[in-house]
Nanobody, 123 residues
Framework: VQLQASGGGTVQPGGSLRLSCTASGSFMSLNTMTWHRQSPGKDRELVASITREGSTNVRGFVLGRFTISRDDAKSTVYLQMSSLQPEDTAVYYC??????????????????WGQGTLVTVSS
């Protein structure tokens, strides 16, 4: 299973970007999918998450500016970012809990990370 993130780039303050992360390979389904980010000199932090049922959780520092969504037909999670600020500059990583099989009645789940996509907000 691989996660491929895309959509990063350089944008001016106040601008918008949409990140995408697509899962490929052999798997049965995708459970919770998340976006994290890591700025230089800082720890990686959770930005937003979305469950298989579509319930979302967006961290307070981006609430009202970022929206997470998913398209299971495309095995893709999105992060729509608007009103971007310089402090949003970071490498953004996607993460997914992937059901890769079953053992009896128990689902076998693995967690995968994408490679990261750089978002730079600068005038």
């Amino acid at each position: 299973v691989q996660l491929q993130a895309s959509g990063g780039g350089t944008v001016q303050p106040g601008g918008s970007l949409r990140l995408s992360c697509t899962a490929s390979g052999s798997f049965m389904s995708l459970n919770t999918m998340t976006w994290h980010r890591q700025s230089p000199g800082k720890d990686r932090e959770l930005v937003a998450s979305i469950t298989r049922e579509g319930s979302t959780n967006v961290r307070g520092f981006v609430l009202g500016r970022f929206t997470i969504s998913r398209d299971d037909a495309k095995s893709t999670v999105y992060l729509q970012m608007s009103s971007l600020q310089p402090e949003d500059t970071a490498v953004y990583y996607c993460n997914a809990d992937v059901v890769v099989g079953h053992k009896g009645w128990t689902r076998i789940e693995r967690t995968y990370w994408g490679q990261g996509t750089l978002v730079t907000v600068s005038s």
